[in-house]
């Protein structure tokens, strides 16, 4: 969906693909559309950093498959591991001005440098994800790589995590709303958040300056409006 919204936009994008026949149809061929076919933790350092030269921005859409292997197998550090070899790469590559740097997280992570208040229940819940569930884990981790690790004053990275509620899948593009914590207990009261609207907003990050302005070193939450 992301690399869709930013053709969109006339952008030129390099695209990291597993599984290069899952490309979308209306994407195959696409003259602004360079497609790298390897998963970016098999990558060498020297290639990582190869393919994040020259570029603006670089965004992470990676997250687990809903199955018993991709919850529970290997790698369990994906997400987290992805982000800290994609900023090493950009490091490896100095610029006159920060790269951007977008990570898509989940709205069940809390923002730690806002103390976001959380419920005894879904405190509890969270508690239990850490110790069942390692793609929450990881997920954590990933936001607070870039968070703690990163900052906000690095020379060379500047970065948002877009946290969505529920993903669900739409054909366009509809109305949402970003805020700066949750509005809802993504455990008891979750909202959506569809894949389209992510990657529109991811988009709006990387290729409006404004939008940037607002939400660097910020981790917006996405609803659908309803």
Same mark, same amino acid.
């Given at each position: 969906? @992301?690399?869709? $919204? @930013?053709?969109?936009?006339?952008?030129?994008?390099?695209?990291?693909?597993?599984?290069?026949?899952? /490309?979308?149809?209306?994407?195959?061929?696409?003259?602004?559309?360079?497609?790298?076919?390897?998963?970016?933790?098999?990558?060498?350092?020297?290639? *990582?950093?190869?393919?994040?030269?020259?570029?603006?921005?670089?965004?992470?859409?990676?997250?687990? #498959?809903?199955? @018993?292997?991709?919850?529970?197998?290997?790698?369990?550090? /994906?997400?987290?591991?992805?982000? =800290?070899?994609?900023?090493?790469?950009?490091?490896? #590559?100095?610029? $006159?001005?920060?790269?951007? +740097?977008?990570?898509?997280?989940?709205?069940?992570?809390?923002?730690?440098? @806002?103390?976001?208040?959380?419920?005894?229940?879904?405190?509890?819940?969270?508690?239990?994800?850490?110790?069942? /569930?390692?793609?929450?884990?990881? #997920?954590? $981790?990933?936001?607070?790589?870039?968070?703690?690790?990163?900052?906000?004053?690095?020379?060379?990275?500047?970065?948002?995590?877009?946290?969505?509620?529920?993903?669900?899948?739409? =054909?366009?593009?509809?109305?949402?709303?970003?805020?700066?914590?949750?509005?809802?207990?993504?455990?008891?009261?979750?909202?959506?958040?569809?894949?389209?609207?992510?990657?529109? +907003? *991811?988009? $709006?990050?990387? =290729?409006?300056?404004? =939008?940037?302005?607002?939400?660097?070193?910020? *981790?917006?939450?996405?609803?659908?409006?309803?």
């Amino acid at each position: 969906m @992301l690399v869709e $919204q @930013l053709l969109k936009c006339v952008e030129n994008v390099k695209a990291i693909i597993r599984s290069p026949d899952k /490309l979308p149809d209306v994407l195959v061929g696409h003259n602004n559309l360079t497609v790298i076919h390897a998963s970016v933790l098999n990558l060498s350092d020297s290639e *990582m950093a190869r393919h994040v030269k020259g570029c603006d921005a670089v965004a992470s859409c990676l997250g687990h #498959n809903l199955s @018993l292997k991709g919850i529970f197998g290997r790698p369990r550090r /994906l997400v987290t591991d992805a982000t =800290t070899r994609l900023c090493h790469a950009i490091k490896a #590559n100095p610029s $006159q001005r920060p790269t951007k +740097f977008v990570l898509m997280n989940t709205a069940g992570n809390s923002n730690r440098d @806002l103390h976001e208040p959380v419920s005894f229940g879904q405190r509890c819940v969270i508690g239990l994800l850490r110790l069942l /569930l390692p793609p929450h884990v990881d #997920n954590e $981790q990933a936001a607070d790589y870039l968070r703690a690790r990163i900052g906000r004053n690095d020379n060379a990275i500047e970065w948002a995590v877009v946290r969505p509620d529920s993903l669900t899948d739409e =054909t366009c593009v509809t109305e949402y709303d970003a805020h700066s914590s949750p509005t809802r207990s993504a455990i008891f009261d979750p909202g959506s958040t569809s894949r389209i609207n992510v990657g529109d +907003f *991811m988009a $709006q990050l990387i =290729t409006d300056d404004s =939008t940037w302005r607002l939400w660097k070193g910020h *981790m917006p939450v996405v609803y659908n409006r309803t």
